[in-house]
């Protein structure tokens, strides 16, 4: 079979990472007789300083037509001054826009061979931890109205977050879908104590909760949950949310498995094409450097091979790699603790690559 993949590296360790991410796909199609056309585009800062613009038109057609997107990481301190519209975390909402990504998958799964590397007491964490966040991607306050107003108070600025029934019906049917798969239990996290957006989502959720009679179901404030995953995160399995709850509650979430180097994501809609990345920054400081852990990078590849391509066996084969990798004590800075052997980011590709 022949895949075609839109890369987009993007900015700060975003190549380092991707470059590691294609050396691993190449194995898998090399021993399991598949091709992997690539082609390169771009979005985000590396975008902005070719065409001055975060997301070309080039880039959303190419990405349109493809099987899957695979992208780095976008942004840096070089752009931080530019406005709102010029941003190049801007591409990164255009993109789920364009290509109606409106489902965020997030796993969190803390390796037993990482479990010093939590900063969670052992007590709490026990040999592991594994729960999957999904979080809506295309609505929410990131997508609401704003603008600048002024009034006695001088001058002040203003986001608004609005959902519809539809956009959290179709992100709830996710979530319980999932839930059918893993232990049959549901989180569901917002502000219904304040928030008129999040009584809207607690009723819709409840609704689609009647089509799953077998899913257990808690609803959970934002702020609660927050300080729940660090108490007691082994209580959740499948974690739904909105956009901006469900963006600080996976990194949140990502910390307590160790890192923030260590957790892949797949955005997803409607159709096969989804798009895939880490789920941590562009961390200019180290880029070019050999420091930047590959992992959560790779990992999303195997999630590409799972949800766009439906290819089990190999999604399978990263992942246990990555484990025989984790298992033999290599470690990038990041993760690094007492006895583990220091790697860099170019190392720890061919290790897994090696592992496959």
């Known amino acids: 079979m022949e895949y075609k993949i839109a890369v987009i ?3 700060g360790i975003g190549p380092d990472i991707v470059d590691q991410a294609l050396l ?18 771009l979005a ?19 990405c349109k037509a493809s099987d899957a997107v695979f ?31 409106f489902a965020n998958i997030r796993p969190a799964i803390m390796y037993k061979e990482l479990k010093d590397a939590c900063p969670l007491k052992p007590e709490i964490v026990g040999d592991g931890m594994d729960m999957v966040v999904i979080r809506e991607l295309t609505g929410g306050i990131y997508f609401g109205e704003r603008g600048f107003k002024t009034n006695e108070k001088g001058d002040g600025a203003y986001d608004t977050m609005f959902y519809s029934e539809m956009e959290v019906r ?38 689609v909760a009647e089509d799953y009679p077998e899913v257990e179901v808690k609803h959970m404030y934002v702020d609660n949950a927050a300080m ?9 399995d499948v974690i739904v949310t909105g956009n901006l709850f469900g963006d600080i509650l996976s990194d949140e979430a990502s910390m307590i498995t160790g890192s923030i180097g260590m957790l892949p994501s797949a955005s997803l809609g409607t159709t096969k094409l989804g798009m895939y990345e880490p789920i941590h920054g562009s961390a200019p400081d180290i880029a070019g450097q050999n420091k930047a852990n590959p992992i959560a990078t790779i990992v999303s590849a195997a999630m590409m091979l799972r949800y766009s391509f439906d290819l089990e066996k190999e999604a399978d084969a990263i992942e246990k ?9 290599y470690r990038t800075g990041d993760i690094q603790t007492e006895g583990g052997i220091l790697v860099g980011t170019k190392e720890m590709g061919q290790l897994i690559c090696d592992a496959i």
Do not use: C
């Open 170 to 207: 179709r992100i709830a049917i996710v979530a319980f879908e999932t839930a059918m798969k893993r232990a049959k239990k549901l989180t569901s996290v917002d502000k219904a104590n304040v928030l008129e957006s999040s009584r809207l989502w607690r009723k819709v959720v409840l609704e």
């Open 321 to 329: 790699a990555v484990e025989t990798i984790l298992a033999n004590g």
């Open 9 to 11: 590296k993007g900015d």
């Open 228 to 236: 729940q995953l660090v108490i007691n995160p082994k209580q959740f």
């Open 71 to 101: 992208l780095g990481a976008v942004g840096g301190h070089k752009w931080d001054v530019l406005p709102g519209h010029l941003r190049p975390e801007k591409a990164l909402l255009g993109l789920r826009e364009e290509l109606g990504l």
């Open 24 to 41: 691993v796909l190449n194995k898998i199609g090399e021993k399991y007789k598949h091709s992997f056309k690539y082609t390169e585009v």
């Open 44 to 62: 985000g800062g590396a975008a902005l300083d070719a065409t001055n613009v975060p997301l070309p038109q080039e880039t959303i057609d190419i």
